[in-house]
C-alpha cells in the first residue's frame, strides 16, 4: 500500500504571527459611536398639582397594596403567574436570552471537528498508471476553525443590539405586568361599586315595597287614589330592572378579572367599595423626569439604541471583512496511521473580502437601518409626550374626582333627609304621594351618583399609578432616573 511520508509541519513565520497581532489589535475600532440618549424637550413639572396632606408618601412597587384589599392582592398576585399574556412576554424574554447568545458567540472562533472515511477506485486506464492499492481506503479527521477578526465594529454592534432587544422585551414584560395589574385593579373596583349599588338598590326596593304596601292599604282605607298605587308600581318595577342590569353588570366582571388571573372558575365575595381607602396621591411639582421608569419608555428607547446600533452594522458591512482560518488533522490509506506524525495535516489562512460592486445592495441597507432607526426615535418621543399627557389627565382626575364627590357626599345626605321628611308628610296626610315618589327617585340618584363617584376617584389613583409606571420617588441617587443612565453606560460597552 502507498505511503506518503510527510514532514513535520512548519510554525507559521514572524510576519504571519504579527499580521495575526495587528489584526486581532485592530479588532477593538468602531465606525459607529455609542448611543447618547436624544435630547427630548418636556416640561420639568407636571402642569396639574394635587395638594394633600401625606404628600411625601412613596408608592411601593407593588402599588395596589396600598389599597389594602387581601383580596385584590390576591388576584393581582394570581394573575401575574398564570396570565396568558404574562406567558407570551416571558417567552419573548427567553426568545430574546437565547438571540443575545447566538450572537455574542461569533465573537469567538468556531471550532469543528469533522472526520471520514471512503474507500474508492481509481481508474487504471488514465495517463498516470497506479502504484498502490485499487480500490484503496482513506481515512480523514480534522479539527477546523473560522474566527473573523472584527475591525469595524459589526460584530459587537450586532451584539449590542441583540443585547438592547433583549431589554426591550424584559421591559415589554414589566409593561405588560403593570397594564395587567391596573387592569384588575379598576375591573375589581367596578365590581367593588357594582357591589355597593346593588346594596343601594336593594335597600330601595324594600323601602319602595313598602311605601307600595302602605298605599294600598291607604287605598283599601279610602284614603289613597288607586294613581299612587299604580306609581308606587311604576317605581319598584323600575328599581328591580335597575337591580337585574347591576347584577349582570357584575357577573360581567367577575368572568374579566377570571380571565385576567386565569382562573375562570373564579367567584368574588360582596363587599362595599366604601371600605376601600383611598392611597396616597403624589406630591405637588411633580417632576416630569418620573416617566423615565416606566416600562414603556425604557422599551421605547431599548428599541432606539438597538435600531442604532444596526446601523453600525450595516455601516460596516461597506468595509472589508477579515477572517482567520485553520484545519488541524491526519489524512491517511490506513486506520491505525490515521493520528501519527506522516499522517498529520494542517492549513492555515487568512481571508480577505472587500465589496466592489453591488449595485448598491449595502448602501441600501444603510439607508434602510436608518429609516428604522428615525422610526424607533419618532416612537420614543411619542411615548414620552404620551406618557406625560397621561400623568396630567390622571391628575386633573383625581383632583376633579375628590371635589365631585365631595358635592355629592353633601347632596346625599340632603336628599336622605328630604326623603325622611316627605315620608313622613305622606303618611300624615300633609303631601301628596308624587312627593315621596320624587324624593326617593332623588335619593336612590344621588346615593348611586356618590358611590360611582367613590369609584371613579379611586380608579384614578390607579390610572395615575399606571401612569406614573407604578409609583412616584423624590430624587435620590438611587432612584430610577439614575439607574437609567447606569443602563444606558452598559449597553454603550
Not at 394573575?79 to 465573537?107: H, M, S, Y
Not at 392611597?279 to 431599548?302: H, K, M, N, W, Y
Not at 353633601?410 to 300624615?428: D, H, Q, T, V
Request: glycine share 6%; charged share 20%; with cysteine.
Amino acid at each position: 500500500m502507498f505511503k506518503q511520508n510527510l514532514a513535520a509541519p512548519a510554525l507559521p513565520t514572524l510576519k504571519v504571527i504579527v499580521a495575526i497581532v495587528m489584526a486581532i489589535g485592530f479588532g477593538g475600532c468602531s465606525i459607529w459611536p455609542d448611543y447618547m440618549r436624544p435630547n427630548i424637550s418636556l416640561p420639568e413639572m407636571f402642569s396639574t398639582k394635587v395638594e394633600v396632606a401625606n404628600a411625601l408618601m412613596q408608592a411601593p412597587n407593588r402599588w395596589w397594596t396600598l389599597y389594602e384589599d387581601k383580596t385584590l392582592n390576591g388576584l393581582i398576585d394570581e394573575a401575574l403567574k398564570n396570565n396568558t399574556d404574562i406567558k407570551l412576554a416571558v417567552a419573548r424574554v427567553e426568545q430574546a436570552d437565547a438571540t443575545l447568545r447566538e450572537t455574542g458567540a461569533f465573537l469567538l472562533p468556531q471550532v469543528n471537528l469533522s472526520g471520514a472515511a471512503q474507500r474508492q477506485r481509481l481508474t487504471e486506464a488514465g495517463l498516470f498508471p497506479v502504484f498502490f492499492q485499487n480500490p484503496l481506503n482513506v481515512y480523514n479527521v480534522q479539527f477546523a476553525t473560522t474566527f473573523e477578526l472584527d475591525f469595524w465594529g459589526k460584530l459587537r454592534g450586532a451584539k449590542a443590539a441583540a443585547r438592547a432587544q433583549v431589554l426591550s422585551t424584559r421591559y415589554a414584560q414589566d409593561t405588560v405586568a403593570l397594564t395587567l395589574a391596573s387592569q384588575i385593579a379598576a375591573n375589581y373596583l367596578a365590581l367593588r361599586g357594582a357591589d355597593s349599588q346593588i346594596d343601594i338598590t336593594q335597600r330601595n326596593i324594600k323601602s319602595r315595597d313598602e311605601s307600595l304596601a302602605l298605599t294600598k292599604r291607604r287605598l283599601d282605607g279610602g284614603i289613597a287614589s288607586a294613581l299612587d298605587v299604580h306609581q308606587a308600581e311604576v317605581a319598584l318595577a323600575s328599581l328591580v330592572a335597575q337591580l337585574a342590569e347591576l347584577q349582570r353588570l357584575r357577573e360581567i366582571t367577575q368572568h374579566q378579572i377570571a380571565l385576567l388571573t386565569g382562573n375562570l372558575g373564579l367567584k368574588i365575595a360582596v363587599a362595599d367599595i366604601a371600605a376601600l381607602p383611598i392611597p396616597p396621591t403624589p406630591p405637588a411639582g411633580l417632576p416630569s423626569s418620573l416617566l423615565e421608569a416606566r416600562p414603556d419608555i425604557r422599551q421605547a428607547e431599548a428599541t432606539l439604541i438597538a435600531a442604532d446600533a444596526n446601523i453600525g452594522v450595516a455601516k460596516a458591512a461597506l468595509y472589508p471583512s477579515i477572517s482567520l482560518t485553520g484545519i488541524y488533522g491526519g489524512q491517511s490509506l490506513e486506520l491505525n496511521n490515521l493520528f501519527t506524525t506522516p499522517a498529520r495535516v494542517w492549513t492555515t489562512g487568512l481571508n480577505f473580502n472587500l465589496p466592489i460592486f453591488d449595485s448598491g445592495r449595502l448602501k441600501s441597507r444603510v439607508d434602510q437601518a436608518s429609516a428604522i432607526q428615525k422610526q424607533a426615535l419618532a416612537g420614543y418621543e411619542a411615548s414620552l409626550q404620551n406618557a406625560f399627557t397621561e400623568v396630567n389627565n390622571a391628575l386633573v382626575n383625581l383632583r376633579q374626582y375628590a371635589e365631585r364627590e365631595t358635592a355629592l357626599a353633601l347632596g346625599e345626605e340632603a336628599a336622605k333627609k328630604a326623603l325622611e321628611i316627605s315620608e313622613n308628610r305622606y303618611k300624615s296626610g300633609y303631601s301628596a304621594y308624587l312627593e315621596v315618589l320624587d324624593a326617593q327617585r332623588v335619593y336612590n340618584d344621588s346615593a348611586t351618583s356618590f358611590v360611582q363617584s367613590r369609584q371613579a376617584r379611586i380608579v384614578a389613583t390607579v390610572d395615575l399609578f399606571k401612569a406614573l409606571g407604578g409609583g412616584w420617588q423624590d430624587e435620590h441617587p438611587d432612584n430610577e432616573s439614575h439607574k437609567i443612565k447606569k443602563t444606558d453606560a452598559k449597553l454603550s460597552n
